[in-house]
């Protein structure tokens, strides 16, 4: 019966090659969108009313940790499956993946491009879930939207991932400050709100030291700078042969030092072997090198 079945669907696709049907013509309204060539491409995915969603499964305020490495590890699966991306950087609910300027995937397609990255992506968060938020129950679907953003030269580039980070650092010392006059000393959100409304970040860094007894400076990395991962090749204890990796790093990528040390990204060189990893350091395998 199987047998039959299989050799049904084998004529009527050779039959289908043979003559095109009367209804091919509507593959005419498909729109070129082609990404310009010799761009950096960016894809930014943000999450959906997140505000809702992290409040309904009580993510720690102001930043929970657990989300952030499951944003970490959905954004290494989108790196495990697309070869091109060559870094990626995340924040909040957030995540940018900077294609390599030079990329053919999906001849260029930008919808094809977004969708893949937004679809793995998403799925990923939901596959992960479990791992990261043990006994917490996900209770509906979250879901993403995402954007395309070309830019034709580095600068522009370093300029956009700057952005995010300064942004990290803007949203990131606000919410400290805020949460820790609310959590720690007691107040109410419009009180801290009022106490917090325009000051400038030294003033902001004063508040949280006298009121709350916080050293900004001494917040973890990951909340203060966001996470930038990027391609590495490292040679684990356990294994002879160099491995192709994902780094977390959470460092600064405004100055030009991330820049040089990392100068594999911009000039479009091979994955670089690390030999100063520190196997202390977190990493992840990627699957598909
Ligand atoms: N408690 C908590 N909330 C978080 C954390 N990370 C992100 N959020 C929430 O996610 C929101 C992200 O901001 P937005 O993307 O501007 O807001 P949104 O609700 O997702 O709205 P849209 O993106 O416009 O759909 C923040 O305002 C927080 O409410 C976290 O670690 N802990
Ligand atoms: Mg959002």
């Given at each position: 019966?199987?047998?039959?079945?299989?050799?049904?669907?084998?004529?009527?696709?050779?039959?289908?090659?043979?003559?095109?049907?009367?209804?091919?013509?509507?593959?005419?309204?498909?729109?070129?969108?082609?990404?310009?060539?010799?761009?950096?491409?960016?894809?930014?995915?943000?999450?959906?009313?997140?505000?809702?969603?992290?409040?309904?499964?009580?993510?720690?305020?102001?930043?929970?940790?657990?989300?952030?490495?499951?944003?970490?590890?959905?954004?290494?699966?989108?790196?495990?499956?697309?070869?091109?991306?060559?870094?990626?950087?995340?924040?909040?609910?957030?995540?940018?993946?900077?294609?390599?300027?030079?990329?053919?995937?999906?001849?260029?397609?930008?919808?094809?491009?977004?969708?893949?990255?937004?679809?793995?992506?998403?799925?990923?968060?939901?596959?992960?879930?479990?791992?990261?938020?043990?006994?917490?129950?996900?209770?509906?679907?979250?879901?993403?939207?995402?954007?395309?953003?070309?830019?034709?030269?580095?600068?522009?580039?370093?300029?956009?991932?700057?952005?995010?980070?300064?942004?990290?650092?803007?949203?990131?010392?606000?919410?400290?400050?805020?949460?820790g006059l609310v959590l720690m000393k007691g107040l109410s959100?419009?009180?801290?709100?009022?106490?917090?409304?325009?000051?400038?970040?030294?003033?902001?860094?004063?508040?949280?030291?006298?009121?709350?007894?916080?050293?900004?400076?001494?917040?973890?990395?990951?909340?203060?700078?966001?996470?930038?991962?990027?391609?590495?090749?490292?040679?684990?204890?356990?294994?002879?042969?160099?491995?192709?990796?994902?780094?977390?790093?959470?460092?600064?990528?405004?100055?030009?030092?991330?820049?040089?040390?990392?100068?594999?990204?911009?000039?479009?060189?091979?994955?670089?072997?690390?030999?100063?990893?520190?196997?202390?350091?977190?990493?992840?395998?990627?699957?598909?090198?």
């Amino acid at each position: 019966m199987g047998k039959i079945l299989c050799n049904n669907i084998k004529e009527f696709n050779s039959s289908k090659v043979m003559a095109k049907s009367k209804y091919e013509y509507v593959r005419t309204f498909e729109m070129e969108d082609k990404c310009l060539q010799n761009c950096w491409i960016v894809v930014r995915l943000d999450g959906r009313s997140f505000h809702r969603f992290t409040s309904s499964h009580k993510f720690e305020k102001p930043n929970d940790k657990r989300a952030l490495e499951l944003m970490n590890r959905s954004a290494v699966a989108v790196m495990e499956e697309l070869q091109d991306v060559s870094l990626a950087y995340g924040q909040s609910d957030e995540y940018s993946f900077v294609l390599r300027k030079d990329t053919n995937m999906y001849n260029r397609r930008q919808s094809k491009i977004m969708s893949a990255i937004n679809s793995i992506f998403s799925a990923s968060y939901v596959h992960y879930w479990s791992s990261y938020f043990k006994n917490i129950k996900l209770l509906y679907p979250p879901s993403f939207d995402a954007r395309t953003v070309l830019y034709p030269s580095d600068q522009n580039l370093r300029d956009y991932l700057s952005w995010r980070q300064a942004d990290t650092h803007i949203n990131n010392l606000y919410n400290t400050a805020f949460w820790g006059l609310v959590l720690m000393k007691g107040l109410s959100n419009n009180e801290a709100e009022k106490i917090l409304c325009g000051t400038v970040s030294s003033e902001k860094n004063e508040i949280l030291f006298k009121e709350c007894g916080t050293n900004y400076n001494n917040e973890l990395p990951i909340y203060r700078k966001g996470t930038v991962l990027v391609r590495k090749l490292i040679r684990i204890p356990s294994s002879k042969s160099k491995k192709h990796v994902v780094c977390p790093l959470h460092v600064d990528i405004i100055g030009d030092d991330f820049w040089k040390e990392h100068d594999e990204i911009l000039n479009l060189e091979k994955i670089k072997f690390n030999k100063d990893f520190n196997p202390e350091d977190n990493f992840y395998i990627v699957r598909n090198s």
